[in-house]
């Protein structure tokens, strides 16, 4: 690992703790104040802001990130026409918004309320694409600045909502504005850095069907992810109601609040790998398995903890969501699916597989449709469980198929034992938290449990002094 990569991990996962934790604990009082039925109407209508854009970007971020990775030279002319596309695909998206919950059949008033979250999916499309060029630049730092600023607006105006006069129209409003913070931020350091020129799009008919081509695959894939990500939620909606959704959303909030940990990761990795893919093979192999060690170090505690505490932790919430328990205990067990699989897709995408990728997510995405379809109206919310579980565990295995083809005499068995060894190191934190959870409590039991888990990776070498020192240095910057 890169000292910039480490370091851009390190920046993004910083600010990433930051703003999940602010949002976690924005989400939890607003659940509370709100009841099951209100926050199910909140979680569905802002889920549909997620759905919808990936049509406003069209796949267009990662490649600019790629692009500007490979050819910096270009930068100011690649992102100028990258707009060009994409301002009508922002125009498509709105009329999604306005169009499918009439399809889908919601009333009046639900459908008002994904309208309002239209704004949302603007200013969130083109801070992600500005982003995407700091990316490019392996400058993360701005996106964290961004990130956590837009949270610190969305918490507090949103916690003056809650506390005065709440309603899921002004929470909606509260989202919005952090959005904007989040525009501003970008714009700002993207202006700072190549001008007010590159705000200008450009309409080039060559470079449009050449982006089209390589964007295509990026598009399919992003709307795979948002589709098999929030499809349970509707499904949860239209055939349960949506008090059964905020049920299962305190459930999905728990479990997906951790997912920014391999983002901020592959944030700072993919321009990595893009750099030396079919150059160096050994630092490839160096680099993918030092991020499946990441990945795995990371998502077994917080997968094992989850597990245990999960009774205790969704009272947090509220009385009124104790059934999320059970359902949280077995939707944390897809996190590791999940988290092994971005250095996967991370290195498939930069190694210009990203076909490969949006077939196996295509494949998942139609798995986790039908699962659910077939699931939900039989065991309930269950049933969605189970069919991300089954969807995420196949997307998993079948992208690990296709290391090798990529990786030059790439071995399954060293990342084998790799895993194994954290495996081990989380299992023992887990016997240990359940034979002492009842003496000290579920919450002073975090902190134990973290310090046995740190003391095993260490005993069994898991992590070394050297990756320890490594750490420190990159906190003193």
């Not at 996962?13 to 509370?32: D, E, H, M, N, P």
């Not at 105006?157 to 309603?167: D, E, F, K, R």
Request: glycine residues 6%.
């Amino acid at each position: 690992m890169t000292n910039i990569l480490a370091k851009n991990t390190l920046s993004l996962t910083l600010a990433s703790v930051g703003q999940k934790l602010i949002a976690f604990v924005y989400f939890l009082f607003l659940a509370r104040i709100m009841m099951p039925e209100n926050t199910g109407v909140y979680f569905l209508a802002t889920s549909f802001v997620m759905i919808f854009s990936v049509v406003a970007d069209f796949g267009l971020t990662p490649v600019v990130i790629r692009e500007i990775a490979k050819s910096p030279e270009n930068t100011v002319t690649y992102i100028k026409k990258a707009l060009g596309i994409k301002i009508p695909f922002i125009v498509l998206a709105l009329i999604s918004v306005v169009v499918v919950p009439i399809i889908i059949g919601y009333d009046a008033n639900l459908r008002f309320l994904i309208l309002l979250t239209s704004f949302i999916l603007i200013f969130d499309s083109l801070h992600l694409f500005y982003y995407g060029v700091l990316r490019g630049y392996q400058m993360l730092k701005f996106e964290a600045i961004g990130m956590f600023s837009a949270q610190i607006v969305t918490g507090v105006v949103g916690g003056l909502i809650l506390m005065y006069n709440p309603s899921v129209a002004l929470l909606i409003l509260a989202l919005t504005l952090g959005s904007t913070a989040n525009l501003i931020i970008s714009i700002k350091n993207v202006s700072n850095i190549l001008g007010n020129s590159v705000f200008i799009p450009m309409w080039d008919v060559g470079f449009v069907k050449k982006i089209f081509k390589v964007a295509l695959p990026f598009a399919l894939a992003a709307v795979f992810v948002k589709v098999y990500s929030y499809v349970d939620s509707i499904f949860i909606s239209k055939l349960m109601g949506t008090t059964s959704l905020g049920i299962y959303s305190v459930a999905y909030k728990f479990t997906y609040a951790f997912q920014f940990l391999p983002l901020a990761f592959i944030a700072a990795l993919y321009p990595g790998l893009s750099a030396i893919v079919g150059k160096d093979s050994v630092q490839l192999r160096n680099m993918f398995d030092k991020a499946m060690w990441y990945m795995m170090v990371i998502v077994t505690p917080i997968v094992l903890g989850i597990w245990l505490i999960a009774p205790n932790a969704v009272l947090l919430a509220g009385e009124e969501y104790v059934q999320a328990a059970p359902i949280l205990q077995l939707l944390i067990l897809v996190l590791i699916p999940i988290f092994l699989d971005f250095p996967i897709g991370s290195l498939l995408n930069a190694a210009n597989r990203q076909t490969t990728k949006t077939v196996i997510m295509g494949i998942t995405m139609v798995l986790n449709v039908v699962l659910n379809a077939l699931l939900i109206p039989v065991i309930g919310l269950n049933g969605a469980v189970y069919a991300a579980l089954f969807s995420f565990s196949f997307m998993f295995v079948a992208g690990l198929y296709f290391i090798p083809q990529i990786i030059n005499g790439y071995s399954f068995t060293k990342l084998f034992f790799i895993l194994l060894k954290v495996s081990a190191c989380g299992l023992i934190m887990l016997t240990f938290g359940i034979y002492v959870k009842e003496l000290v409590g579920w919450i002073a039991l975090i902190p134990i449990s973290a310090v046995v888990y740190g003391v095993s990776l260490m005993v069994t070498g898991v992590i070394t002094k050297q990756d320890i020192n490594k750490v420190k240095s990159l906190i003193r910057g």
